[in-house]
């Protein structure tokens, strides 16, 4: 039974969440927080990692004298950050950048052959 002149509250954060926009931005926020949801799986599997991401939900409240309550929302969505991009390198005495080690000797290979080939089978 329900009591005569007693108003509904609104009890959960989704209520509160509904009256903004005219209800245009519940539907909005939970869109981009499933588009999130993909993005962090595909960067998982793409990369073979763990992907981490990030939603923030503010609500400033303001209450007049008078009990007339004012909301401002604000969110924001993180999505997975991309994987640092990594190199490999070494430094020359006067400070360069070589893609071989100049404290090891390198070894120069080069064909002594007369450029034919022949097969052999194992039997050979």
Do not use: C
Request: charged share 30%.
């Amino acid at each position: 039974m329900e009591i005569p002149n007693q108003t509904r509250q609104l009890r959960s954060l989704d209520q509160m969440l509904s009256l903004a926009d005219a209800g245009d931005y519940l539907p909005d926020l939970l869109s981009r927080i499933e588009a999130n949801n993909v993005e962090l799986r595909q960067f998982a599997q793409d990369f073979s990692t763990t992907a981490k991401g990030k939603i923030t939900l503010t609500i400033d409240v303001k209450v007049d004298p008078f009990g007339h309550a004012e909301m401002v929302i604000e969110d924001k969505i993180i999505g997975p950050k991309p994987p640092k991009r990594k190199a490999v390198a070494w430094m020359t005495g006067d400070g360069g950048i070589t893609t071989h080690n100049p404290a090891q000797s390198r070894m120069e290979i080069r064909d002594t052959t007369d450029g034919r080939r022949e097969f052999r089978t194992a039997a050979e």
